[in-house]
């Protein structure tokens, strides 16, 4: 039966044998065409999250004393929508946050998830993004328009590949990372570059690695800038023609004392010059940043400085460089732009409220924070920073409502648990379609009925949108008949009646998700209702990108192209190419007045200025190291996976340190030893290895998650990072955390 990997943002399709409801024999799927058949190991681990010890199927509340107690869906969902409507009617409905809507393997939850948050009011949310890509996506806001012109890197043709803290044989980001690597690496005419503190198994392949000390990218990649100035390696006519305001970024970078900046970033001049002429000899370069500067001291600035690399040297809008990618739906919170945080008056990207703030909306006595909180499919208890402090948030709230399908840490501390069914119990899909120039969508059908007990999310939401009473069945009657016409009469004229219900009645728009998943859902073939709120995403795609979805070989127009889309996502079990794109169409999607790249960005020039006052190398003796705590390894997969007997090495996810460090402290390879940092302190295993430099040491990400034993007490080895980590240590613009720069030190036990 034909899925799809839920471990990362890939989502490589997959198929599987089952034997009874286990997932046994996982193969690739070669006619997934993003994947190809490619697979990485950890997807053959991917029954320990189906047939998980701690799956929830009841629902739970929690008594006084802090256990749960399991009650039946519709007590579950009457109280649930009596909370949150109580504190909606008196303190507003803004005062109930929503975070979540999907992890690496699903983003339908999320998309009926908009449903009740209209019902109730709410307009606040986050999710994991705002811990890592907002920075990125203002970013991209400035330079080219808007945040959603987002790009991505045509790795397959690009003649010079830049990684910057993004380890891509581990995290992929890309469709069949490590098969393009190697070709990269072996082919003499192409070129790898990574910039990365660790020799990270990429940074093995590659042809220049900047091993930059922790933390100091801003240095390596403004000296990468200054030497394209400097030199006069930049792409004149492409700046003449496409950009505006060259000459402030020119004059800002042409101020960089180079030799000193490598040195701060602990560079060999030398080689950061090297690399900066390659860069401007390719004929195209695409590039890929991600948590090591996303999580890391000047986290947007960084941003901006990677993106000013390729767009000097003219590597946009052309094959293999980076190009503006279509969307089969946005990623973001939604809502309008310049708005700020209720409480603390932080700037919200995207729609996604930072996440190192959330604690500082919801502690305190201000009359605009946040009461209640929806979690679904997520776990901030254990992912954001300062899990203490987080757990202190999440027990002052009034109500706290969790959609997860295991007893997560978070769900611990809910006041309702609403057991999801799993990702192969439903139809799901990612939004996760970043690809250029051929992009990729795969909606999969269940491969198992529902665990008893659990109802998918569509499911869930439907019935909190009721509860609500957001819907009445009479302002419906006329949308069912039209849709009990369908078999016979297609979806035009169901179309037609839909879009004259939301004109007439205007609230229920926000409530499409359920409205069609009600109405359309049960006309869909194959018992596909889950997958109706995509009918609407499909024509978005298609009246958003018409030439670029009949280039992927679908026919007609308006909204017959649409239809053809839907028709196609609903029935090609291995997925689509929904969109096929020229390379010029990024000048299309820029979203300047004039269709220009706006070069200056005054706020992260203003930043680059007062880089010289800094000393990156300065330690607070009681803290000497840099944890960069949670490092992505075969042994990890975000907190999906909650089994630790996942994974057959690697158990207790040892904390890795150089053989220098380890001699000074006195320790030995699997021993054991505390790390503290200013917020906690843990014990771990260690690991000497020489692909960390002396003073810098990492534990993975997503361990120390609670999990029942098969008979005795609950056990959770390896450290949970975010026991270590602060939030005040957080990127000044977009909030995001410095999870990779955490100072520490390290004691012999
Ligand atoms: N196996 C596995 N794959 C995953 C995931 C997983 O949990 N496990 N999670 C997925 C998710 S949600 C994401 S967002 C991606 C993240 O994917 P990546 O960003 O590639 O993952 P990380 O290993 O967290 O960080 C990347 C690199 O940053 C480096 N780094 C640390 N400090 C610095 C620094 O100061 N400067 C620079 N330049 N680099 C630094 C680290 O050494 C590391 O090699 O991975 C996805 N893929
Ligand atoms: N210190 C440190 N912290 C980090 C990071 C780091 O590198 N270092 N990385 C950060 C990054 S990049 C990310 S993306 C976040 C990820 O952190 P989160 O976004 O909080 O989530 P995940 O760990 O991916 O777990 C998702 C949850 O979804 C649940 N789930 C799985 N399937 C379903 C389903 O079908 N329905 C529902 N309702 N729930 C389901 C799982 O049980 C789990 O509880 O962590 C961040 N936290
Ligand atoms: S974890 Fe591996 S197999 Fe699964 S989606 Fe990611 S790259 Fe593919
Ligand atoms: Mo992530």
Known sequence: MKTACILCSQNCGIEVDLEGRHLVRIRGDRAQPASQGYLCEKAQRLDTYQNARDRLTSPLRRRADGTFEAIDWDTAIHEVAQRLSAIRDEHGGDRIFYYGGGGQGN????????????????????????QEKTGEFWVDGQLFGRPRCHTSGDFEHAEVAVFVGKNPWQSHGFSRARVILKELAKDPARALIVIDPRRTETAELADFHLQVRPGTDAFCLSALGAVLVQEDLVAHRFIGEHTSDFATVSAALAAIPVADYCARAGLSEELVRTV?????????????????VQQAPHSTLNSYLEKLLYLLTGNFAKRGAMNIHTRVAGLGGGGGGGRKTPVGGHRIITGLIPASVIPEEILTDHPARFRAMIVESANPAHSLPDSQRMRQALAALECLVVIDVAMSETAQLAHYVLPASSQFEKWEATFFNLEFPRNYFQLRAPILPPLEGTLPEPEIHRRLVRALGAIRDEELAELHQAAARIPTEGRGAYAAEFFRLTAEKPHLMPLAPIVLYETLGPALPAGAAQAAALWGAAHICAMTFPDSVQRA???????????????????????????????EET??????????????????LAELSRLPSEDPGARDPQFPLVLSAGERRSTTANTVLRDPAWRRQDLTGALRMSPADAERLGLADGGSARVTTRRGSAVATIEITDTLQAGHISLPNGLGTSYPGESGPAASPGIAPNELTALEDRDW???????KYVPARVERM
């Open 553 to 583: 070989g679908f026919a007609g127009f308006g909204p017959e192209l649409g239809e053809q889309l839907f028709e196609a996502m609903l029935t090609r079990r291995s997925g689509i190419v929904f969109t096929v794109d020229d390379y």
């Open 107 to 130: 983003h339908l939850g999320g998309a009926y998830g908009r449903a009740t948050r209209a019902a109730l009011g709410s307009t606040y949310t986050s999710n994991a993004l705002a």
């Open 587 to 604: 000048w299309q999607r820029l979203d300047t007045s004039d269709k220009k790249i706006r070069l200056a960005i005054p706020e992260l």
């Open 276 to 292: 900066a002429r390659r860069i401007a000899a390719a004929s195209s370069v695409a590039t890929f940043e991600d948590l090591g």
């Open 733 to 739: 613009l977009a909030g995001t955390p410095w999870h």
